[in-house]
């Protein structure tokens, strides 16, 4: 079946160092992808996407690129701030209405 | 003016009773759903209404049941609750269009934390 595999956490940085999350997928036909952000007692909040492949999704400093030949989706973003700190879940369709979640990532950063 | 709302955000309650979760989104969107997310983070799918049909129904026990009176409203009624449904329960809601199957992504609640003593 579909899945969705992230990186295990917790990541802990130092304030303006560089970020990467790495988010593999198994998916059939094209899916869309996407990866949410969860602050500590909040829902998840849409953080970027990307619906076809080699589109860039970006926002708020972060970006991740649809990689169809290695089937990824890494989440970078080139300084961190100790606001980032949350738990980023990268997300794929899996048929018309359902998305899939990986098991997030907990980002720690640290002044 | 809250896009997806839920009620109530904490509930805490005894094993054996029956309670209701409501959602309310005002986005327009055409379907929502229901995620359980435990302890550990991880979030699964339970439920989805498209138009106020059922279209995702995943292997989930007979005691939780949904409801859309409206697909503006996803309601779940749990029976009989247990120790292992203490979590926290995500409504949200999607945009999808089908001509060309794409999608917006979903819009999340802010969650019901569950307890169960």
């Known amino acids: 079946g579909d899945s969705v595999t992230q990186m295990e956490g917790p990541v802990t940085l130092s304030e303006e160092a560089f970020l990467t999350i790495n988010c593999t997928y198994t998916a059939t036909g094209y899916p869309s992808l996407f990866w949410y952000v969860q602050y500590p007692g909040e829902g998840l909040q849409l953080l970027l996407k990307a619906t076809k492949a080699d589109d860039k999704g970006s926002n708020k400093g972060f970006e991740a690129t649809y990689r169809k030949e290695t089937t990824s989706f890494h989440l970078e973003k080139g300084s961190v701030q100790v606001s980032d700190s949350a738990v980023y879940f990268c997300?794929?369709?899996?048929?018309?209405?359902?998305?899939?979640f990986g098991t997030g990532t907990r980002l720690k950063v640290l002044a | 003016d809250t896009a997806v709302s839920q009620t109530p955000k904490y509930l805490v309650t005894q094993m054996g009773n029956d309670k209701s979760i409501k959602c309310e989104q005002n986005l327009g969107h055409d379907t929502m759903y229901w995620y359980k997310q435990d302890s550990k983070k991880f979030l699964k799918i339970m439920f989805s209404?498209?138009?106020?049909?059922?279209?995702i129904n995943e292997t989930v026990p007979n005691r939780f049941s949904p409801k859309s009176p409206d697909k503006a409203h996803l309601n779940l009624h749990i029976n009989s609750l247990e120790l292992g449904d203490s979590a926290v329960y995500f409504c949200?809601?999607?945009?999808?269009?089908?001509?060309?199957?794409?999608?917006?992504?979903?819009?999340f609640g802010s969650g019901t934390r569950l307890t169960v003593v």
């Open positions: 949200a809601s999607s945009q999808v269009t089908l001509r060309d199957r794409t999608h917006y992504g979903y819009t």
């Open positions: 997300a794929c369709t899996s048929g018309t209405y359902k998305y899939i």
């Open positions: 209404y498209n138009n106020k049909e059922l279209i």
